[in-house]
């Protein structure tokens, strides 16, 4: 029997002795320092980061593990952590300044970094431009949603060009001339995370924090193979809720979701990324479909107690809820509701 990876190790002994005693606490207040200070400590911030800067190069099964373990334990937490993977892989890609700059201190988890790019999926539609001035970068407009306001160091912040790119560039993650947070929002599920809209009127980044510069559709074609992809989280979630469960309502449950795990992670390490796209994103959907099911199967066992804010079972049907929507694309959600449409009609 082959040992785990020690990311997979860490992130177990995370999960069991960190986050999930207090996961149903978080979810009612913010992710503590003291978790993202364990998770810096752990070596997970560098596990996509290449060796030479520190990271651990792990192989995405890996990934998919600990993803899993970490967002089965407390979702909120996950995500925040979630959200620097991003700028690390951007960076290992990256052939700028701020490569040499960041790269070393995200990969160790010096810094956490966040990420405002989700608007880049409205194109045509602009929320956020980014214009030359004086010699680097002007960015103005709205992000509506970033994640882990007041938790991370820096953020990499997305704008479309008046030639029509996508520029990503680095920026501390703090109120500065030029960039204004809105108050944490208060959501249905996962306001621990802290998300807030971001405000940009003429914040300016030198030419040296730009990590990556690409014509807009090259982004997003590339950003269309992840997005059809199945989150591991929602496997994370299904698994959690799986034992709130008993032994006469589990075992069918758990067989669905085996099947659908292996055959989208099948896809993920056999095919190539713009493979199989159609039966990526049916997997998907089947994904969220076990994951509904479970969690509400969970809410069902526990009857009344279910309904409170502090039960476990309540908090992952709030939190599947959220995955549902989390990365959603207009191909994404058009899925999701034919099989959502079709499934009644079935019945």
Not at 123 to 133: K, L, N, S
């Amino acid at each position: 029997m082959t040992a785990p990876h020690p990311l997979v190790t860490a992130a177990r002994r995370l999960a069991d002795d960190v986050l999930a005693p207090h996961a149903e606490q978080v979810d009612q207040g913010e992710v503590p320092a003291g978790h993202l200070a364990e998770i810096r400590r752990s070596g997970l911030l560098g596990l996509n980061a290449p060796r030479e800067y520190g990271g651990a190069a792990a192989p995405g099964a890996v990934a998919r593990e600990t993803a899993e373990i970490l967002a089965g334990a407390c979702c909120s937490t996950w995500f925040v952590q979630a959200q620097h993977h991003t700028p690390v892989l951007t960076l290992a890609r990256s052939e700028s300044p701020a490569r040499e700059r960041l790269l070393g201190r995200l990969a160790t988890g010096e810094l956490l970094s966040g990420v405002a790019y989700a608007h880049l999926r409205t194109h045509p539609r602009i929320p956020v431009r980014a214009t030359r001035d004086r010699g680097g970068w002007r960015f103005d407009g709205t992000v509506p949603w970033y994640t882990g306001w007041g938790l991370n160091d820096v953020l990499l912040l997305a704008g479309v060009t008046d030639a029509d790119e996508a520029l990503f560039a680095f920026a501390q993650a703090r109120d500065q001339p030029g960039l204004r947070a809105s108050p944490p929002m208060r959501l249905a599920a996962l306001t621990a995370a802290r998300t807030v809209s971001l405000h940009l009127d003429g914040l300016w980044l030198p030419e040296e924090a730009v990590a990556l510069r690409t014509p807009h559709h090259t982004w997003s074609t590339t950003d269309r193979l992840k997005t059809v992809n199945t989150n591991p989280a929602v496997f994370g979630i299904t698994e959690a809720a799986l034992t709130l469960l008993d032994e006469t309502t589990a075992p069918p449950l758990r067989a669905r979701l085996t099947d659908v795990r292996r055959e989208a992670y099948a896809l993920a390490d056999e095919a190539a990324p713009h493979e199989h796209l159609a039966e990526r994103l049916a997997l998907r959907t089947q994904a969220y479909e076990v994951m509904q099911a479970t969690t509400t199967a969970a809410v069902v066992t526990g009857g009344g107690r279910s309904m409170l804010l502090t039960n476990k079972a309540q908090r992952l049907a709030r939190e599947a809820l959220f995955l549902m929507v989390q990365a959603q694309t207009t191909e994404s959600r058009g899925s999701h509701l034919k099989a959502l449409v079709s499934q009644q009609v079935r019945e």
